[in-house]
């Protein structure tokens, strides 16, 4: 028996059996023939080329409208997040703080009733406060156009405030009557010739802080409102004391500004956002941590 190795240099790589060699013939290239040749081969090359160029256009597009579209999805999550976010914030409140606030949710919600013996009350005590060396005006009379209500009858001025902002004109006055009279009598600084009237200011001070705070909503949509109800758990008068500063700040930017009865409304605006700056600065535990708390006791 043969036990000769087949010779590995001529063994086919696959299969076990020696391929015969095909015969070549050679066969002469004429000058037109080679010309032929050469234009086939450059057209060849030149649709592969073609071919190459147009299949990475469509793959940088496609890879640059996946791109794009990877973008929108992500800017178009983070916009619907953060519009999410400035419509409800989630507050963890204790116990005394959502007792608190439900408490100042009740007191928004009393309108001024002129039939009720504790508004009217409330009202005459007001003017005890302003006025203690004067005798008692009736309810309506034109004397409490003097303290800045618009009629003589001051229970028709209430109508955005409520109750809670005789409540809170009661509080400045008891509280920090200093600061109470300087501004009932407008003592501070160069006045206008039209003033704001004091008491009406006083009721459109208590408006704009319920809607500063968002505190008719039901749910916190604004820092300001987040940063206060934080300030309920060790101060039950937080709201009072938040309308006080607020009437000090409205006075300074009032004689900052030279302003006059028309300019009303926008020095309010102004005062907003002076208090919801400082209500979100941080290391604000109560209302007198405050920079504009200083000036109730200057």
Known sequence: MDTTLSDPITEPLLGNT?????????????RSG???GTRQECLRWAHLLATFVAQSARNIANVLSEFGSWLARLFGCSASKSSLNGQTVPVN???????????????????YDCSSVKHQDALKELWRLAYPNRQLPPLK?????EMGWQNS?????FRAGGFMSLENLIYFARNYPDSFHRLLHKSDGKRA???YPFAIGGVN????????LDLQSGKMRTKAGVHFVQLLEDDDVAFDNLFCVAFRVLDSQWLARQASYMDFNEVLKSTRVQLEQELTIGGISRIQDMPSFRMLKS
């Open 18 to 30: 020696r391929q015969e060699e095909k015969s070549k013939i050679y066969e002469p290239i004429t």
């Open 34 to 36: 080679f010309l032929d």
């Open 93 to 111: 409140l204790s116990p005394l703080q959502e007792e608190r606030l439900r408490l100042l949710r009740q007191r928004i919600d009393v309108p």
């Open 141 to 145: 009379s034109d004397l409490w156009k």
């Open 153 to 157: 009858d001051p229970s028709t001025d």
């Open 193 to 195: 010739e039209w003033e």
């Open 205 to 212: 001070i208590s408006y704009m802080l319920v809607q500063m």
